[in-house]
């Protein structure tokens, strides 16, 4: 099954390679870009509550997707990247076995503990 959804995680991140390529930035853009949601993990500098709902924010794809649809409606594509990046980026990260995180700490996922033998 853990196959299974990797390559179910795979196939979501060539989607969001697909949904970069239609909005006409530059490649270089988008390999800049693919970690920047990382950025959420700073709030576990407050405390694992914050950081582990912070962290969640960036790496929903419910989120990713109401962005970029958001931006399709607007017409600004601004947003239409912003959840094209937090999308594959989430979908790369679920292929690394990082899930969103409990409140517990940052390697409890709803993926399993990272790092658990």
């Keep these: 099954m853990k196959n299974s959804l990797k390559l179910e995680e795979f196939a979501m991140f060539t989607i969001g390679i ?3 390529s239609i909005l006409g930035y530059s490649w270089w853009l988008f390999f800049v870009l693919l970690l920047t949601p990382d950025i959420g993990a700073l ?5 694992s509550k914050v950081g582990a709902f912070v962290y969640n924010v960036f790496h929903h794809k419910a989120i990713a997707i109401l962005l970029y649809f ?6 600004y ?3 239409q990247l912003a959840g094209t990046i937090l999308f594959s980026h989430s979908c790369l990260d679920r292929i690394f076995g990082y899930g969103l995180k409990y409140k517990k700490g940052f390697k409890f996922t709803h993926l399993g503990e990272i790092g658990k033998k």
């Design 43 to 47: 709030g576990y500098v407050i405390n």
């Design 77 to 79: 594509p601004l947003l």
């Design 70 to 75: 958001i931006g399709i409606y607007f017409e």
């Design 18 to 20: 697909f949904m970069f």
